[in-house]
Structure formats: structure tokens, C-alpha cells
């Protein structure tokens, strides 16, 4: 790559997350990635440097307009022009409608939608000067149906796919791609590991989504070509029932 170019990843977990940043370091991007706090992110960061790329960790609380206005702009001020920006923070929980309290309604759509909303609003402002960059949000299921014990997590994410939607229509004729991905099924995590075994034992089948897949596709949707732009893609094993 000629010139320096950053991906911002919103929510650089063990799993996808961090897959999506190691992909995209493989491919000359720095990485800077992000978490609550910055101390979780080091194995990370030191697989990143170890493979010879290079990464930056930052602790901010996505949900913080102050916090990703200073992200935003310290990446852009120190490291490099941000090309790429991923938003990945899950935030799934379950509870019965009269058990969801406000404080978790409000905290689900929160971490999940608003988080959304500003980082697409400030990585926006600093792509379409340069008149180019990608910017891609992390959906689930629950983004397109709703489910008994999921009112918080599904309003959240039916919301953040009508952000990327409006994003997408505005922001395409202006050469920024917006893109929104259904991750539909469980994915290679030790939470599922941990809780679902028999869900977990469908890996050896492919039957579980790789997170390292899933950073391929984000790759692919980063390199497809203007006049075949996707929106929205869907992600799931051979096997999951839809």
C-alpha cells in the first residue's frame, strides 16, 4: 500500500472483531481497535505486531459522543487517515418483555444502535473530504425478526440497519461505501463453547461461523468494485434453518 490508511474497529472483541483487524492488517491496513477498556485489546495488539503489521488499542466507551469525537480525531491527528470503519458491538441479551427494566432497554440501544450512529458520523466526516471509504455494521438475526425475550436487543438492531440504509443512500453517490451484515448463527466463540456445547460440536461440520470467515467477507465487500456494491449481506452455515 502506498500510503497509510487506518481501519477503525468499534467493538474489537476475542472473535470477530479482532479477526476483521488482524484481515485487514494482513493487507497493509493499521489496525486500531477498540474495547471498553484498552487492557483487554493487548494480546490482540501483540498478535497484530507479531505478524509483522502494525496496531493501535484504545479504551472509549462507543456510547460517548465526546469519546468518538476525540477517537476519531486522534486517529486521523497521529496514525493515519481512517479508510475503514467497522461497527461490531453486539450487546445481545435476553429477558421477558415485564422483565426488561428501562435501564436495559436504553443501555441495549445504547451499545448497539447509538454507538452505531456515532461512529458513522464522525468516520463520515472525515471520509467524504477524501471522497472514499467504507464503512460497514455488524447485524444479526435480530436485525430483520424479532423474538420472544429479545425486544431490546432486536429494536436496537432493526435500528441500527435503518442507520445503515440511510447512511447507504446518502453517502454512495459520494463514494463512501455503507454496508450492513446478517450474521445469522452461532459463531466460534468461547461463550459458545462455554454454554452451548452441543451447538459448539457442530464445528467440526463447519456448522458454527468462523470469525476468520467472517473477516473474509468483510474483506470482500471492502474490494468490490463501485459498480457492484453491495449493502446488505448475509452470513450463515451451510446448515442454519431460515
Known amino acids: 500500500m502506498s500510503d497509510r490508511r487506518a481501519i477503525l474497529v468499534i467493538?474489537?472483541?476475542?472473535?470477530?472483531?479482532?479477526?476483521?483487524?488482524?484481515?485487514?492488517?494482513?493487507?497493509g491496513y493499521i489496525a486500531c481497535v477498540t474495547r471498553r477498556t484498552a487492557d483487554r485489546l493487548q494480546p490482540l495488539v501483540e498478535q497484530i505486531r507479531a505478524d509483522g503489521d502494525e496496531a493501535h488499542a484504545f479504551g472509549s466507551d462507543a456510547r460517548q459522543e465526546d469519546a468518538m469525537v476525540s477517537l476519531v480525531e486522534t486517529i486521523e491527528r497521529d496514525i493515519a487517515p481512517i479508510d475503514v470503519a467497522v461497527f461490531n458491538i453486539g450487546a445481545n441479551v435476553r429477558f421477558g418483555i415485564t422483565e426488561t427494566t428501562a435501564r436495559v432497554y436504553q443501555k441495549?440501544?445504547?451499545?448497539?444502535?447509538?454507538?452505531?450512529?456515532?461512529?458513522g458520523r464522525e468516520t463520515a466526516k472525515v471520509m467524504l473530504?477524501?471522497?472514499?471509504?467504507?464503512?460497514?455494521?455488524?447485524?444479526a438475526t435480530a436485525s430483520v425478526r424479532g423474538r420472544e425475550g429479545f425486544a431490546a436487543f432486536a429494536g436496537a438492531k432493526h435500528a441500527l440497519r435503518a442507520l445503515a440504509q440511510s447512511m447507504a443512500r446518502e453517502l454512495?453517490?459520494?463514494?463512501i461505501h455503507v454496508a450492513h451484515t446478517i450474521i445469522d448463527g452461532a459463531i466460534d466463540t468461547e461463550?459458545?463453547?462455554?454454554?452451548?456445547?452441543?451447538?459448539?460440536?457442530?464445528?467440526d461440520r463447519q456448522?458454527?461461523?468462523?470469525?476468520?470467515s467472517i473477516a473474509d467477507a468483510y474483506w470482500q465487500i471492502h474490494q468490490q468494485p463501485r459498480d457492484a456494491?453491495?449493502?446488505?449481506?448475509?452470513?450463515?452455515?451451510?446448515?442454519?434453518?431460515?
Not at 441495549?108 to 456515532?118: D, I, N, Q, R
Not at 473530504?129 to 447485524?139: K, L
Open 129 to 139: 473530504p477524501r471522497g472514499r471509504g467504507t464503512i460497514i455494521f455488524t447485524g
Open 108 to 119: 441495549v440501544w445504547e451499545m448497539a444502535c447509538f454507538g452505531g450512529f456515532l461512529m
Open 172 to 175: 454512495w453517490p459520494k463514494n
Open 191 to 203: 461463550w459458545i463453547r462455554s454454554n452451548f456445547p452441543e451447538r459448539y460440536a457442530l464445528k
Open 207 to 212: 456448522g458454527i461461523l468462523s470469525p476468520d
Open 229 to 242: 456494491w453491495s449493502h446488505e449481506t448475509e452470513l450463515r452455515p451451510w446448515m442454519e434453518t431460515w
Open 11 to 27: 467493538g474489537a472483541g476475542d472473535a470477530t472483531g479482532g479477526a476483521i483487524a488482524r484481515r485487514f492488517a494482513r493487507e
